[in-house]
């Protein structure tokens, strides 16, 4: 626990991650993606605009994946700079996963420091920095059922990075500010319960992704998957993100019918729920993507009625 510590969110994490590796570190290259969180993004560029660090975006791969023999050349090309690798372990609005493995093994091969934001997989995959070398770690509470307004970060503890807050000595002086000691329980409560069920919660969301892209595929014209969703091995069981044909004007508002429906889904982040503002993560994949693009995304407490549900909702929006 020594190297927790508790915050707002996985946005506060991220921005502390950020701005904690440029300021304290000495950090002059961050090598990122224009897939990642918002929080991510906006951080970079504005850390590129405010002070003499250069950002680096690696190619994206038309399935959605990042292309690592790139990340390998930028690291070699950058190996005597100070230089942060940040990169979420799994895409928020495709799904597609990163080889954290790898991309540890590249940061310590070329002497980078290391960020994930895992604000997606902490609680459902397996995640050991005793085995997996990261430097910064980001997650949230909510995305694991726990509550909403409480995350952390995670900083090994050969480095040491200042308070983004200050104020008071709260957080062994990471963090200033009164400390929402019910929700950091509850967070805690709820990453463990999430551990001791993620077989039986792996199995039945996997289920629930698997009716869903089989139905999709056998009972909706010309659907196609945004990342590389039919790869289980290589993409989040939790999400899918479906690109349907413009065929009628329904299909044109599909977003807001779902809505209208009862059906709760996204255009791109989850933030997005119930408003079609467009995808920063399809803008980066595929420039020309016209279609009506969807993001589903299930948890432990849905169930296979629901996704029929979903599946005759669609249809009648798509007159199918």
């Known amino acids: 626990m020594g190297e927790v ?12 991650a950020l701005n904690g590796a440029v300021r304290d570190w000495g ?3 961050i090598i990122t993606s224009k897939l990642e969180h918002h929080c991510v993004l906006h951080s970079s560029q504005w850390l590129g605009k405010t002070t003499d660090v250069q950002v680096h975006y690696l190619p994206v791969l038309p399935n959605g994946h990042l292309d690592m023999q790139h990340l390998a ?7 005597t700079e100070p230089k942060l690798v940040s990169l979420m372990h ?25 960020h994930t934001d895992t604000v997606q997989t902490i609680g459902y995959y397996p995640i ?9 770690l980001s997650g949230s509470g909510h995305k694991f059922h726990g509550p909403k307004g409480v995350g952390f ?24 500010g009164t400390e929402n000691v019910h929700n950091i329980v509850g967070l805690g409560k709820a990453i463990e319960l999430a551990y001791q069920t993620l077989d039986q919660t792996q199995a039945h969301i996997t289920q629930l992704k698997t009716h869903l892209i089989k139905h999709l ?8 998957f945004n990342g590389d969703a039919l790869n289980a091995q290589q993409s989040h069981y939790k999400i899918v993100n479906a690109a349907f044909a413009h065929q009628s004007e329904s299909a044109s508002l599909l977003l807001l019918n779902l809505d209208i429906a009862g059906i709760c889904t996204s255009g791109g982040s989850a933030c997005s729920s119930g408003v079609d503002v467009g995808s920063h993560v399809l803008e980066a994949i595929d420039p020309t993507n016209e279609r009506a693009n969807i993001r589903f995304s299930f948890s432990k407490y849905n169930t296979l009625e629901e996704v029929d549900i979903t599946i005759d909702k669609l249809k009648q929006i798509l007159r199918v």
């Open 5 to 16: 510590f508790f915050t707002s969110c996985g946005t506060e994490s991220n921005n502390m």
């Open 27 to 29: 950090v002059r290259h």
């Open 73 to 79: 050349d930028l690291l070699k090309q950058l190996q």
């Open 90 to 114: 799994a895409n928020n609005e495709i799904g597609n996963l990163l080889n954290l493995d790898l991309v540890s093994q590249l940061c310590q091969q070329y002497n980078a420091y290391f």
């Open 128 to 136: 050991d920095v005793q085995k997996t070398h990261i430097d910064l």
């Open 153 to 176: 970060i995670y900083i090994n503890n050969n480095h040491h990075i200042s308070p983004l807050l200050l104020g008071g000595s709260q957080e062994r002086n990471m963090r200033a």
């Open 217 to 224: 595929q056998t009972e909706i014209p010309d659907v196609l």
